[in-house]
């Protein structure tokens, strides 16, 4: 797939307006959607073209890309009358970018077979900063083949590109992304508060902990953030609450006991409640310093 194809991309928000970008910059033409216009005017400033409904990004892509909010939106854009699967045109890739899922990917992936498509999940890790920089970790799975296909466009958005699978395959690895990320933003978090309270400069603490041991995606690209007092969102509270709903579910259903995780979920639901959820997911620390 050297060739410059035509790109549908749905959901132009925090991440997808960055991702966008990168396949525009490339030469692709891309045809875009996402529920607020507004979120999409810079896109089109540099050359995207809009769609007024899914169906129609669908009808005029031969690769359809989506990076929306939840399962059901994902759901949504996919199926029905006006879905991508029923007005994509046979031999048309498609790539759910979301988190999502495991279980909705499966489907996703058996009803494009069924219709001639080509389906992979393919969620991503990095936030706002991976999106803007196209360093993204993106984590693959469906057919083999399908994803050699599209990994030239891949590469456009991210640079750890990994094929993990079968589908639902990208959707269980990005569980565990979310799982690690999950306590660690706990400890991120805590370790900062501990530095405050023994009368230390937290910035100068992170030189000496962020290239050892402790060191971590998030310690090096969120605590910064955390002693700025800069909490603007590059990945939402309320989206990790459902990542972590997701992954809870999958892993009781494979009888796996994950209390960190469950830790963490109660204790970002409380933060939603203090009226956070839209915030990063680096807020905890304005929960756990109460």
Not at 71 to 88: C, H, K, M, R, T
Request: aromatic share 6%.
């Amino acid at each position: 797939m050297s060739e410059k194809k035509s790109i549908g991309f749905v959901g132009t928000g925090v991440m997808g307006k960055s991702m966008a970008a990168h396949l525009l910059k490339a030469g692709h033409p891309v045809h875009i959607y996402t529920r607020t216009r507004e979120k999409a005017e810079e896109l089109l400033t540099q050359g995207a073209e809009w769609k007024s409904t899914v169906a129609e990004v669908a009808q005029a892509s031969q690769v359809v890309v989506t990076m929306v909010g939840y399962p059901s939106d994902v759901e949504e854009v996919y199926f029905g009358d006006n879905g991508i699967l029923e007005n994509a045109a046979k031999g048309s890739y498609v790539i759910d970018m979301t988190t999502s899922s495991p279980r909705l990917a499966e489907k996703i992936s058996s009803t494009a077979k069924e219709l001639g498509l080509h389906a992979l999940d393919a969620p991503v890790s990095g936030g706002d900063v991976g999106a803007r920089e196209a360093r993204l970790s993106i984590m693959a799975g469906g057919e083999k083949e399908d994803f050699e296909a599209v990994l030239p466009i891949l590469q456009l958005m991210g640079q750890n590109i990994v094929y993990q699978g079968k589908a639902g395959a990208g959707q269980h690895t990005k569980m565990c992304n979310q799982i690690a990320i999950a306590s660690g933003m706990i400890g991120v978090c805590e370790a900062i508060i501990y530095a405050e309270k023994a009368r230390l400069d937290p910035s100068t603490v992170l030189k000496s902990i962020e290239s050892g041991a402790a060191g971590s995606w998030s310690l090096s690209n969120l605590a910064p953030r955390i002693i700025k007092g800069n909490f603007e969102p590059g990945f939402y509270v309320k989206h990790f609450i459902k990542d972590m709903k997701i992954a809870l579910e999958s892993a009781e259903e494979m009888g796996l006991l994950t209390p960190g995780l469950k830790l963490a979920k109660d204790l970002y639901e409380e933060l939603a409640e203090m009226g956070e959820e839209n915030s990063g997911t680096h807020a905890l620390y304005k929960r756990l310093k109460q």
